[in-house]
Every structure is written in structure tokens, then in C-alpha cells.
């Protein structure tokens, strides 16, 4: 699989990314797209289930990744904003 040439790699540092937005793909497997449970305006933390898979079919359970206000819902993706308090 070509993976070998990694078996030695080392982080020699990590940084931690702060961000105001996502937008997350309903989309990240090869399974049927994940269906949307929150709503446009809704108060979303992180961990909390936005997407689920559909029923009789093959996908992933999608969270969000940040707290926040979901902005905007498409078939493809699931905006959310920090709120900024």
C-alpha cells in the first residue's frame, strides 16, 4: 500500500488551529451522504451530531467540529459559524 515509507516519521511539533467557520462535506466516505438533523440557525457544540446516516444504507454519523451557529445547509456541506459572544 505504499505506507512503509512512513513507518518512521515523527512530528517534531503540532499546532492547534483555531477557527471562526466549517463548512463540513455530508459527504467524507464512499457510503451514501449523510442527512442533515439540525436546522439552519441552530446553536451547535462540538461533538454534537449534524448529519446521520440514512436509513438502509451505507455512511458515517457526522459531527461538528467547532461550537457555533449553523449558517447555511446545502446537500453537499453543513456551515457552521462561531458565535461570537
Known amino acids: 500500500m505504499g505506507l512503509q515509507q512512513y513507518a518512521d516519521v515523527h512530528l517534531e511539533k503540532m499546532h492547534y488551529l483555531e477557527v471562526d467557520e466549517v463548512f463540513i462535506p455530508t459527504k467524507m466516505h464512499i ?9 439552519e440557525g441552530d446553536i ?14 451505507l455512511g458515517a454519523n457526522i459531527h461538528a467540529s467547532i461550537d457555533g451557529q449553523i449558517i447555511r445547509i446545502t446537500e453537499e456541506q453543513v456551515h457552521i459559524k462561531k458565535v461570537m459572544s
Open 31 to 39: 457510503g451514501a451522504p449523510s442527512i442533515p438533523v439540525v436546522s
Open 44 to 57: 451547535v457544540k462540538k461533538g454534537d451530531l449534524i448529519a446521520k446516516i440514512p436509513d438502509t444504507a
